[in-house]
């Protein structure tokens, strides 16, 4: 499968999976646009080590205006964008009697809306050049819930129905949009969830085995590269016919 020639931008790719999927592209071909926070030359550097063209943005994806100078950024220095990844995504647990209004208000931008303003900006472009791929990176958390993530099961069951309402919307184009559904990968932003656990007496890897046994039969956490290489498929030819899916790798989670 070849992207040679065209543009993706995957929000939050300075680390864990956007860097992940941004590297799947980069070897199939395409230039990358990277966002996201922190020092961004590590990412830089893996991707230009694969022999493509990568900038990065520092865009902050709760704010409207930033996403729109991201999309700018984007157009100014490669054409474009052909492949956008809506990846960036916060977390935080509590009950729903507990839960910081702040940090509700924070994922629905983060996780939610930013799809939403990168999706309305992106779509004239893709539909002048006629092709693009949206792919939404939401959760197995978009399609059943757990107690305590009150706002990312909210926010990532919406970004579902947004990618259900953006498939139809395009649906005689050559433009498609599907959300993938990963069940736990071991990033930053599960290690925290690792960590409040291992607070609680237990051992690392004891924590790790109590997180996957509550969830994903395999047992195994599911890799960025995995993920990276689902969105690959998603952006070739053969996967254009499959529009609206909320498409689980998630180690059997919503199998059961
Ligand atoms: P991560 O914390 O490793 O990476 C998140 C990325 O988003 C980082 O690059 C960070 O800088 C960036 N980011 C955070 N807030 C941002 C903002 N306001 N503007 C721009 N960039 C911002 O997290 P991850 O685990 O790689 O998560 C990536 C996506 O995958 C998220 O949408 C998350 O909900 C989803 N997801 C993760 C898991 C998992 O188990 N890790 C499972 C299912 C879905």
Known sequence: MQLHGKTALVTGSTSGIGLG??????????RLVLNGFG?????????????????????????????AALIEATEAAFGGVDILVNNAGIQHVALVEEFP??????????????????????????KSRGWGRIVNVASAH????????AAY?????????????????TAQLNITCNAICPGFVLTPLVQQQIDAKAA??????????????????????VTP?????????LCSDAARQVRGAAWSMDGGWTAR
Do not use: Y
């Open 142 to 149: 978009g399609l059943v819930g757990s107690a305590g993530k």
């Open 39 to 67: 020092d961004p030359e590590p990412a830089l550097e893996q991707i230009r080590a694969l022999g493509t063209e990568a900038i990065h943005h520092p865009a902050d994806v709760s704010k409207p205006q930033d996403i």
């Open 101 to 126: 209004v702040e940090r509700w208000d924070a994922i629905i931008a983060i996780n939610l809306s930013s799809v939403f303003h990168a999706t309305r900006l992106c779509l004239p472009g893709m």
């Open 21 to 30: 999927i941004a590297q799947v592209l980069a070897k199939a071909g395409a």
């Open 153 to 169: 099961v909210a926010a990532k069951h919406g970004v579902v129905g947004l990618t259900k309402v953006v498939a139809l919307e």
């Open 225 to 233: 590269e995995q993920l990276g290489e689902l969105v690959a498929f």
């Open 200 to 221: 609680n007496g237990l051992t690392a890897e004891q924590a790790k085995a109590e997180l996957l046994s509550e969830k994903q039969p395999s047992l195994e956490f």
